[in-house]
């Protein structure tokens, strides 16, 4: 099957050495740990589990409500509640141990150096198969500006975690920026192995009923099939300019919205919203995607 | 452990302009414990979020949920028609535990949760509403029904009930599930009266299964998703 661009879509697609047994990913923060979905399906009858994303230190995550809902998608704003990379390494990541599919995870960080030392952590953790960075998150030396909004501080990021880890880096590009592709050429440039298009658009949601904003923290990120246009034109931009592949995601609900994805140029794609419908939906998407593969040459 | 089972609608039963219970047939034996719920859904991708319902009866592979019509998914849920298929999510959360001899308490859709405890644990039931509803017979336990207005049964809110209701002698705690504030309230109450106290609480989720954390909020200290460490909390 190829894409739009006349390339050969790879059904096993790899990533700095890394295979991939089929392009089914889920998306960081919407599958836990991983060990949540065991209950629903076999971990090893998709491509790979992108972890809730990790930080340095624990976190509490912001107060409830978290998520709300409109005609479309969702907005949520947990505030990266997690157990710190090493609650993750020794609690947590044992339950993964010959789970047969690749664990990524995904980190944030406050500055360049709480992403590097998490780096050098992951570095020796056998389960842990690539990194996803995560690049929206406010950088605090920068006054609280994302980081991923500006191409040198992308750059340096990139570079310096590039320069700990052998592992294959991937980072998860904001849709929250004029220009996706300077971004994510930035990224390709500093080393990265991948990139991930892309986290959630900002947002908001005002209940009329309460008078107030429906989140406790005002903004948060929006998901769900509403963005899957603007996904998949990030997606297609990106792909005009980068070499190295791209893991499309943003409002897939079924394998014809993975199909799209990986049409226009992603190699892979990640499942998010879709499993808070069915947590079982990754799996499906996963099984009917093999069985399609080739009907849309 | 939570589980995707495929059900019908064995009876969707109106019981005003805005209440309705929903009857589904799920065709095997599941073990729900009192006071767990079910995240559902019977419509395709919009809205993109099932609906949590705690479990308001259960026996014969008949599951049924009291449910308010509060928006689009409740809506649909109350149009539903005798053998269209609906999907659960659940059973979800730990439920009510160890409570026999305590006195159950629901205020306002709180009744949903303490109704199917009540039914299992054979307890002493306070139903209490602003005012009277056209339904009062709507289950098969009886029910002490408390109005704010005194429209039906004896007149004044959740707590006055329980202040004229709870006997130390006869009850050995509470348990209740209602508004929030009605929630606060007891939890001083009973703290202070030195009364065991079990409480359900309601929080917007997502997953309703322990993915998202988008239930999780600090509770006695501690954080927890109401999804599957709640919506149970002892006191």
Known sequence: MKNVFGKEICFSPEIKGIKFKNPILTASGTCGFGVELKDFFELSSIGGIVLKGTTLLPKDGNECPRIAEFNGG????????????????????????????????????????????????????????????????????MGGISFGTDSNTVFELVSNCR????????????????????????????GADAVTCINTFKGLLFDIEKNDFSLKNIVGGVSGPAIKPMALFAVYECAKVLDIPIIGVGGIMNFNDALEFLKVGASAVQIGTATFKDPANPAIIARLIEREWGKYD | MAERIFGKIKENVRLDIDHFILKVDVFRHIEIKPGQFFMIRAWEDIPVLNRPFSVF??????????????????????????????????????????????LAVGAGMGIAPINYTSTIFNLETIYAVNT?????????????????????GEKGNAIDAIKKFYNNKIHKGIIA????????????????????????????????????????????DDIIKICQDGPVVRY
């Open chain 2, 177 to 220: 599930c209602g508004p929030e504030k009605f929630l606060e309230y007891l939890i001083k109450f009973c703290k202070e009266k030195n009364i065991p106290l079990q409480v359900s609480f309601e929080e917007k989720m997502a997953c309703g299964t322990g993915l998202c954390m988008s239930c999780a909020k600090k509770v006695k």
């Open chain 2, 57 to 102: 009866d259960y026996k014969d592979n008949i599951i049924q949920f009291f449910i308010k019509i509060k928006g689009k998914g409740t809506e649909l849920l109350s149009k539903l028609k005798i053998d269209e298929e609906i999907f659960l999510l659940g059973p979800s959360g730990n439920g009510f535990q160890n409570c026999e001899n305590y």
């Open chain 1, 163 to 190: 320069a700990i880890t052998s592992k294959p880096l991937i980072v998860k590009l904001t849709p929250n920026i004029t220009d996706i592709t300077k971004i994510a050429l930035s990224a390709q440039k500093a």
């Open chain 1, 74 to 141: 969702i907005v949520n704003s947990i505030g990266l509640q997690n157990p710190g990379i090493n609650g993750f390494i020794n609690d947590i990541s044992p339950k993964l141990y010959n789970c047969n599919t690749n664990i990524i995870t995904n980190i944030s960080g406050n500055t360049i150096d709480e992403y590097q030392q998490m780096c050098e952590i992951i570095e020796n953790e056998k389960v842990i198969d690539c990194i996803e960075i995560n690049i929206s998150c406010p950088n605090v030396k």
């Open chain 2, 132 to 152: 009277h509803v056209s339904y009062m017979n709507f289950s098969d336990s009886e029910f002490n029904v408390w109005t704010l207005d005194g429209t039906s």
